[in-house]
């Protein structure tokens, strides 16, 4: 497995807002996490990226414990995520917001850095050479040298993608991509998602946007309340009466299980 979650639980207070959560994400699939609001996808995402330390359980990347460590390690580790709000900078050129991707990868020495020693300058063009190939892989070359808040929303998304894939991670993490864009965005972004799996990148999201979910994912996890409801391929999750009660609603199913889109905020 690249990445194991066992018992993960995080308490705050008297709030229980993952409860003994366990998971696998298997190497080169899309993994959908998916629930009502307050379930508990975001605390797990901040859990397994770093930014949250668990109350218990354990996590593991590739058979590295990572548990405790900080999310910079688990960057250079191979993980990477991206954020449910936007955090482009828009007074940066599209190719400096993506080189922003590589900040914790190891970098020379200090005494490198201020006379550009040539390993600084190599450690340069290779961090250039990384950023734009990300910006190749979400369709974004021919706008490297733009300011970043010259472009459209959509592509704004695209752009926090290629941050993170600009450290060439092993395992995307993708906090609601889909949130936001038009429907003619959504399926460009299915598209891409795809691709970015079928390049090698292994993708766990979160999304609310059940016809997005149900395309791509090979795989989704069910929370609600902090728990572990259901686990399964997009065809049973949509048709489990204990996620239909809890969150998708008999229409939503319905609508799904015929192949029609269906928006947010199911």
């Known amino acids: 497995m690249l990445l194991s979650v066992r018992d993960l639980t995080r308490r705050y207070a008297g709030l229980m807002a993952v409860d003994s959560v366990s998971m696998d994400v298997v190497p080169g699939t899309i993994h959908a996490v998916i629930g009502p609001n307050g379930a508990g996808k975001t605390t797990l995402f901040n859990l397994i990226s770093g930014l949250v330390a668990p109350s218990a359980g354990t996590i593991t990347l590739d058979g590295t414990a990572i548990t405790t460590r900080p999310a910079n390690e688990r960057a250079t580790l191979g993980l990477g995520r991206t954020f449910q709000n936007i955090r482009v900078f828009g007074a940066m050129t599209v190719l400096e917001n993506a080189l922003t991707g590589l900040n914790a990868r190891p970098v020379p020495g200090l005494g490198a850095t201020l006379l550009r020693l040539p390993s600084f300058r190599r450690h340069e063009r290779a961090a250039v050479a990384q950023a734009r190939a990300a910006l190749v892989q979400v369709g974004l070359q021919d706008r490297a040298d733009l300011p970043a808040g010259a472009l459209p929303y959509g592509d704004h998304r695209r752009l926090e993608i290629a941050r993170a894939m600009a450290a060439a991670p092993r395992l995307l993490l993708l906090d609601e ?78 609508r799904l299980a015929a192949g029609q889109k269906v928006g947010r905020g199911v």
Do not use: C
């Not at 691709?195 to 997005?212: C, K, P, S």
């Open 177 to 254: 991509p889909a949130a936001g864009l038009n429907p003619a965005e959504t399926t460009a972004l299915a598209v891409l998602v795809r691709q970015l799996r079928d390049a090698g990148t292994t993708i766990l999201l979160v999304e609310h946007d059940m016809w997005f979910v149900m395309d791509i994912s090979d795989v989704v996890t069910v929370l609600n309340f902090g728990r572990r409801i259901f686990e399964g391929p997009p065809a049973a999750v949509r048709q489990e009466p204990v996620v239909i009660e809890a969150y998708l609603g008999p229409k939503v199913a319905a």
